[in-house]
């Protein structure tokens, strides 16, 4: 069974920076390109960013173009997101989600499974 | 970007009903079109692939129809655990957008 398992939340002061991590279990990581989620409070979903299987491609939404960082240690089974210049506007449930294949960019592809989630909260 | 629109935003219906939901792409995404479910306070879920291809173990009330820019989601003979919101994604391009949501209450 596959498991993701997210850490890294918690309250960060604006302009401050963060890591999450996402711990997975189940598969080889390698082959399987991963990406970031975010739900604000009350919110919808809104795609951060992606990373390629083996590391070497990453997308990220305009909204955090800059600002943050994805990478991976494929020899810990560990996705991360690196978070800086955070604003109150990024407050929300970080999520990691698996793709279909080792690509971020393959019409067709799904995200499957989702990790449980980790609450980043930007205040002063 | 590819702009996704649910309509509607909410919806009440009742134990055993049929209800469909709707999700509009901006640009025709041919059948690249998934759908998830996310119960209160947990993770997304995904439900359907591809515009029609239910995932395994996801019950067959679940359906998905369409191609090119208009999909629906329908569910025929609500059950308790279906009351959920309901997000469509286009897997067309980068980046992977969502709609809004469309928010199952019980009526």
């Known amino acids: 069974e596959v498991q993701l398992l997210e850490s890294g939340g918690g309250l960060v002061q604006p302009g401050g920076s963060l890591r999450l991590s996402c711990a997975a279990s189940?598969?080889?990581?390698?082959?399987?390109?991963m990406n970031w989620v975010r739900q604000a409070p009350g919110k919808g979903l809104e795609w951060v960013g992606s990373?390629?299987?083996?590391?070497?491609?990453?997308n990220y939404a305009d909204s955090v173009k800059g600002r943050f960082t994805i990478s991976r240690d494929n020899s810990k089974n560990t996705l991360y997101l690196v978070m800086s210049g955070l604003r109150a506007e990024d407050t929300a449930v970080y999520y990691c989600?698996?793709?279909?294949?080792?690509?971020?960019?393959?019409?067709?592809?799904?995200?499957?499974?989702w990790g449980q989630g980790t609450l980043v909260t930007v205040s002063s | 970007d590819i702009q996704m629109t649910q309509s509607p935003s909410s919806l009440s219906a009742s134990v055993g009903d049929r209800v469909t939901i709707t999700c509009r792409a901006s640009?025709?995404?041919?059948?690249?079109l998934n759908w998830y479910q996310q119960r209160p306070g947990k993770a997304p879920k995904l439900l359907i692939d591809?515009?029609?291809t239910l995932q395994s173990g996801v019950p067959s009330r679940f359906s998905g129809s369409g191609s090119g820019t208009e999909f629906t989601l329908t569910i025929s003979g609500l059950q308790p655990e279906d009351f959920a919101t309901y997000y469509c994604?286009?897997?067309?391009?980068?980046?992977?957008?969502f709609g809004q949501g469309t928010k199952l209450q019980i009526k």
């Open positions: 989600a698996k793709e279909t294949d080792q690509y971020t960019t393959r019409p067709g592809n799904w995200f499957d499974p």
């Open positions: 189940g598969i080889t990581f390698s082959n399987y390109g």
């Open positions: 990373i390629s299987g083996s590391g070497s491609t990453t």
């Open positions: 640009q025709s995404i041919n059948n690249y």
């Open positions: 591809a515009a029609t």
């Open positions: 994604q286009q897997s067309y391009t980068v980046p992977r957008t």
